[in-house]
């Protein structure tokens, strides 16, 4: 295999960050994100062990981050250009390839072409100057949170958004596989139905399953009764347990409690999800909603189950889901 992505739980040679640095975008929560961003990056560079390398847009957000985060140590705080701070989806995937590290670059049009905000086509140049890894860029549309990887050439994905003409028309699962083992090594592609109820990225599979450990994903089971997403859990669920990995491993599926409703401050369901995790050296950061206390406490045990070694901290999201998405969405590890 000529390119590899290293599983999120492999070493990290830094964590990418991306900070809320535009008051027009984020209005009345601006405050509140930059607080639990802040949070989050405490949380990555202390019991995370990380190098937090934590990306500004603006002026305005540079001077907010300096004033959280400039004594922190393990916080760097790197001046950029961003339209907002899913670095997930704007910025590179790091492959190890032929000739060592690698930024592979895509091309992003803003989740199907509804937030197309100016230098987010940029992110993942930045990022790799700055890490030092060569830009790889690739022709096709994609976003890095549509995509889990097991480190071994296994990608997770949902049909629902990887094959939405809205990126790359007239995709095949064939023509998306061809792609993916070109750009990414993958040697086998699991494709999943629908994702989140409301989910402005079309059902990114880092809110609806993710791999804890080679053979072993993690799926929501609904919670409450007002939860949105109890079949597309369900099914999900169904799915992977006829599925195997590249090795021909049967997947093991660990369903953890999602969040229930959470009601969005646009009106009806918002699509939180305990799965927008994110795995660190030493921890996993799991968000946590103004929900069921109970489900993220039941959420947080069964996520420390499948990661002995880590400690899994929980830690409030609200303010950053109102943006639309959460810690996952906001994060791009590069391998060590």
Known sequence: MTVIVPAEWAPHKAMWLGFPSHEELWAEDLALAQAQVGALARALAGPGRE??????GSPEGEAAARRLLGDVAGVEIVAGVFGDIWLRDTGPIFAKGPKGDEARGFRFNGWGGKYEMEGDDTVAAQIAAASGAPLIQQEIILEGGSLDHDGAGTILTTGQCLLNPNRNPDWTAQAAEAELAK???ARKVLWLGEGLANDHTDGHVDNLARFAAPGVVVCPVAWGRGDVNVYAY?????????????EGRPLKVVRVPSPGWIESHEGGAAPASHM??????????MPTYDGD???????????????PDRQVI????????????SFHCITQQEPA
């Open 293 to 307: 206390p109970r489900a993220a406490e039941l959420a947080q045990q069964a996520l420390q189950s499948l990661f």
């Open 234 to 246: 369900d099914a999900c669920a169904r799915d992977l347990a006829g599925m195997t990995d590249a």
């Open 314 to 325: 929980g830690l409030p999201s609200d303010a950053i889901l109102t943006g639309g998405g």
């Open 276 to 285: 927008n995790f994110i795995i660190a050296n030493a921890a996993v950061v």
């Open 183 to 185: 750009s990414l090594g």
């Open 51 to 56: 190098r937090v390398r934590l990306m500004t």
